[in-house]
């Protein structure tokens, strides 16, 4: 009996073996018992031609075919173990179903053949591993780097912020201490300097604490008060704080009562206020004079929804996640300019991640809405909150303490 002859014979019993030792459900039998067939015929063609490399084909196929979560774990699925088991197989098979002799010169015929394909897939995997890790390499450099970048960003953008209300504070206390005496108008000089002296003040306070705001956030303690909200009393007070302001931009703050701005619902009021109030003075921000910011919202089973839409500059949709990270100011950061309502004021980044912290903080979502930025046409942003309806605090202390106000009142 030639070797072919012989290894004819035993491929149904070599099948059965191996189909029954690595494939266990009946889909994975049936397309594992496709590829070993192949397999099997390629053996019987090298040793026909004596020639191992036919197979090279076949198993750079299946080596490249692992997937990255199988590259990931060390040695599921790896190939040269499979390989061992189709040649042990071959043994069995060929001692139960051949004559002595007839199985000796078999196994002699298959060895070279068995042992390149080992060979040839344990380069392979190496070589693929290699690759991965050093795909893995290059991502874990792209993430320092752009850890690096936002950095030096942030000592860039921290040391403008602060230098323009210090140059204010320092210009002010100057003038002030030249002319405590001098009095304009009926006005004591002084007077006006110190006002001065106090707007530097309130800016740097207004950095310090978002700084703060974004500490707490980053370390999970940002502790909510919850106490009945009525969104449409927060929106109210909004915009009366930003009337000065949407004055001397002759931008038009359009704040529509919607169904649910009436309800009273639980949570941070003060929180609520910061965020939105965040959202809308980054509308005015963004948007130039004479533009319209137009805030809405809706009832949706168990939420209510609140968009804040403009028709300022947009923003790409490339930058939607990234404008909610800290310090995910877009654009160039030498550019910066000072300044919390003028146009294109800029500002520390941090107004959108203390919004979203507030908002997520109240089991809430945030989003942004915008075709992409261009200055020129303006196609204008939406901001989506969506907030969760709460009807009675989450801890129960303060339940029951306006439970008991409720039923008195
Ligand atoms: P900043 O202090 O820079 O305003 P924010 O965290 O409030 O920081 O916003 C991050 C970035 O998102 C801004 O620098 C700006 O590029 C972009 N952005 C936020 N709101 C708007 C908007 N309404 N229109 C266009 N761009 C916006």
Known sequence: MSVIESLEKIRPLWLTQVSMHFARAERVREKFLEQIRVFYDLVIEAVNQGDAAVLDPLLNEWAHARTETELEQEDASSLPP????????????????????????????????????????????????????????????????????????????????????????????????????????????????????????????????????????????????????????????????????????????????????????????????????????????YTPDGGKIQVDGRLLPGFIEITVADTGIGIDPEDHYRIFEKFGRVGNVSLHSSGKTKFKGGGPGLGLPIAKGIIDAHGGTIWVESSGYDETNCPGSIFHIMLPIMKAPPDDKSGKLFRQLVSNG
Not at 83 to 105: D, H, K
Not at 124 to 143: A, C, K, S, W, Y
Not at 166 to 175: D, K, Q, V
């Open 82 to 285: 499979i390989i061992s088991q189709f040649l042990l197989s071959c043994f069995q098979a060929a001692n139960q179903v051949l004559p002595e002799s007839s199985s000796l010169e078999l196994m002699d015929a298959v060895l070279p053949v068995f042992t390149h394909a080992l060979e040839i897939t344990a380069v392979q995997e190496t070589q693929l591993h290699v690759q991965h890790i050093r795909e893995e390499l290059g991502e874990v450099q792209e993430t320092l780097e752009r850890l690096e970048k936002s950095k030096s960003d942030f000592i860039s953008v921290a040391a403008h912020e602060l230098k323009t209300p210090l140059t204010l504070i320092e210009g002010y206390a100057s003038m002030l201490q030249d002319s405590l005496l001098q009095v304009k108008n009926g006005i004591p000089m002084a007077d006006i300097y110190l006002e001065g002296v106090r707007a530097g003040n309130r800016r740097l306070r207004e950095i310090v604490d978002d700084m703060i705001d974004v500490s707490l956030i980053d370390n999970d303690m940002l502790a909510l008060s919850y106490q009945p909200v009525w969104l449409s009393h927060l929106m109210s007070s909004i915009s009366h704080d930003l009337e000065d302001i949407t004055r001397q931009r002759s931008l038009n703050l359009d704040i529509n009562a919607f169904p649910g701005s009436r309800e009273m619902i639980f949570g941070d009021g003060e929180r609520l206020y910061q965020a939105i109030k965040n959202i809308i003075s980054n509308a005015i921000k």
